[in-house]
């Protein structure tokens, strides 16, 4: 994905570059750091979250739910009503028998818990035991965004960066300590994200390698795309927890055609459109939605297989003959579960709304008591589930940038982070427009991809390792470094923020919305792929300038600005004992109370 921007060291052994180093450059640097860095800020974040993770020794916030539910599942195989004053009961012994009479009616899918109930199965029903998964997958979650970020911006620095800041933010952080839903479908969803953003590295590479090899159908030639059939199983894994994932499958669905085309147009296909709709988009249908639909059903085989569960009643002594006798009842209890969450408008002190959402307007406390020792006269203990304010203003702000990078530029990264975003965020305003019930902690799968965008901006506040100036081709229209790929590989401090397929030294950009611009608008035929048109003059390189440092230095500045920032909340994130009047400082309005 990335791509240097240096010149040559010799001017005259420059020449157009292949179809592969023009459709998929290699990513610079190191790959032994391309994995170092990122696992060190990985066993940064898991130290945040692990640490006193079974503190509170209490059942926090929608843990009621989900922690029971778990293990439910874990000893019936679905949910189970439980006795009053359950929570008390488990808290004081991990093997109490908690459980009422018959099946529990549940408004979420059940994959959720089951993550959950790993936890429990290993350490047992504790807070420890219960958390244990939520934190691993909230600690996996930077690991992955490191990777996806390095691939997206071809720079280690600005993947690390990418970590640290999902590390570092509050929401993020809460909900990687309690056993809630919502953090599995921001880790599902930001895993079927890498999966395609790996994917269209590969599918590249080999679109290049049988253009090379002398394919020469008018359509392209036909690519495996191997990797769609993860993000399939990944995004089937986010809608089994929540159904918000369906939105996911339907905009990256749109999103890797885009892509697909853009590649084929990139390559010279005489016959783009039908290409990708025929040898991609079919076989993308059957690789997300198809087998999302499978490997959601998948995750139903606790209630499909054995008799008891909610609106299951009695199953069929043959047990193949058990999932086509459960489908009727499994649609009913779908059914019921929709006009549960579209009927859903009681009032709740921590309710908010989506357009609360960015400016963090409504937290949520998921825990507060007032001890009565800690050195004061009142003292104060929470959990406030919120994001770091730093982090969520400053992604605010970058949206906003991102917006006019995908209108002006064409910057394909632009797109996908925007898309991203508003999958998970515009989704909710119909639902919010009808009074429906929801909280900030919803918009914890938004947080990748508001980080993202932080990263590609400050990819473009620090501008290319060195610039490079010459006079446009005349074919492309385009700057001669956005057809120029110099040999050789190229990592430095914020290196040149991987911005490939596109120019950089003049601001062009030439690809068209999640597409990709090619060589010419000519078809390759029998002759193989055409070749990159050469500029008319060798491009010459220019010393790093003043912007490469002012942008570092603020770029470093926003890092340090979130670390601090997270470091203040920390205590009211991780409930720490504080005296009423520090509390209180960490409360900045009347709305976070």
């Not at 191997?226 to 939105?247: E, H, N, P, Q, S």
């Not at 008591?369 to 702000?397: D, F, H, M, Y």
Request: aromatic share 14%; glycine share 10%; charged share 15%.
């Amino acid at each position: 994905m990335a791509t240097t921007d240096l010149a040559p060291a010799n001017a005259s052994r420059w020449r157009p570059p292949s179809p592969r180093e023009w459709l998929a450059p290699a990513i610079p640097g190191s790959a032994l750091l391309g994995w170092l860095g990122p696992l060190l800020v990985t066993l940064f974040a898991g130290y945040l979250r692990f640490y006193r993770l079974g503190q509170p020794k209490a059942v926090v916030f929608d843990e009621t739910y989900y922690a029971k539910d778990a293990l439910a599942l874990l000893k019936f195989g679905w949910e189970h009503n439980t006795v009053d004053n359950a929570d008390k009961m488990l808290i004081a012994d991990q093997h109490a028998h908690i459980w009422g009479q018959g099946p529990s009616f549940v408004a979420h899918p059940p994959f959720g818990k089951w993550m959950i109930a790993m936890g429990e199965w290993a350490f047992g029903a504790t807070p420890f035991g219960w958390r244990f998964v939520p934190a691993l997958v909230g600690t996996l979650s930077v690991l992955i965004l490191c990777r996806v970020a390095r691939r997206m911006t071809g720079s280690t620095l600005l993947g690390c960066a990418a970590g640290l800041l999902l590390a570092m933010d509050g929401l993020e952080f809460v909900t990687s300590r309690a056993a809630l839903l919502d953090i599995f479908v921001m880790f599902w969803i930001l895993a079927g994200f890498a999966c395609l953003v790996n994917d269209r590295d590969r599918s590249r590479h080999a679109l290049a390698d049988k253009i090379e090899a002398g394919a020469t159908s008018v359509y392209g030639p036909f690519l495996a795309h191997g990797w769609r059939w993860g993000a399939g199983i990944c995004l089937g894994l986010a809608c089994a927890t929540k159904w918000t994932g369906v939105f996911y499958i339907a905009a990256f669905g749109l999103m890797v055609v885009c892509w697909d085309y853009g590649a084929r147009r990139a390559a010279g296909v005489r016959e783009p459109v039908p290409g990708t709709l025929l040898l991609d988009a079919a076989p993308a249908f059957v690789q997300l939605v198809v087998v999302a639909l499978i490997t959601y059903l998948a995750t139903w085989s606790g209630w499909i297989f054995k008799p008891g569960g909610w609106g299951r009643g009695h199953a069929s002594s043959h047990w193949w003959w058990r999932p086509f006798e459960a489908m009727p009842k499994l649609w009913d209890y779908h059914r019921q579960m929709l006009d549960f969450h579209t009927g859903l408008d009681a009032k709740h002190p921590y309710q908010s709304w989506p357009w609360d959402w960015p400016i963090l307007r409504r937290p949520v406390a998921f825990f507060y008591t007032e001890p009565k020792t800690c050195g004061a006269s009142r003292c104060s203990r929470e959990i406030l589930g919120i994001g770091t304010p730093a982090l969520w203003w400053g992604a605010l702000a970058a949206l906003v940038v991102v917006l006019f990078i995908w209108l002006m530029l064409r910057d394909w990264r632009a797109g996908a982070i925007l898309l991203g975003f508003l999958a998970g965020w515009l989704t909710w305003f119909p639902s919010a427009f009808h009074e429906r019930t929801m909280f900030l902690f919803y918009a914890t799968p938004l947080i990748p991809f508001m980080v993202l965008a932080v990263v590609l901006v400050l990819g473009y506040l620090i501008g290319p390792a060195s610039g490079l100036v010459g006079a446009h081709s005349a074919a492309s229209g385009r700057s001669p470094d956005a057809d120029a790929q110099p040999s050789g590989e190229h990592d430095s401090a914020f290196p040149d923020s991987g911005f490939a397929d596109s120019g950089f030294a003049d601001g062009t950009f030439p690809d068209t919305g999640f597409a990709d611009s090619g060589f010419r608008d000519e078809a390759y035929g029998t002759g193989g792929a055409r070749v990159a048109p050469v500029p008319s003059s060798v491009p010459q390189p220019l010393p790093p300038g003043v912007r490469r440092l002012v942008g570092a230095a603020a770029a470093g500045a926003f890092l340090l600005v979130v670390l601090a920032n997270f470091a203040y909340f920390y205590p009211i994130l991780a409930a720490q004992t504080l005296t009423y009047d520090d509390w209180h400082a960490r409360i900045w309005f009347k709305s976070w109370i």
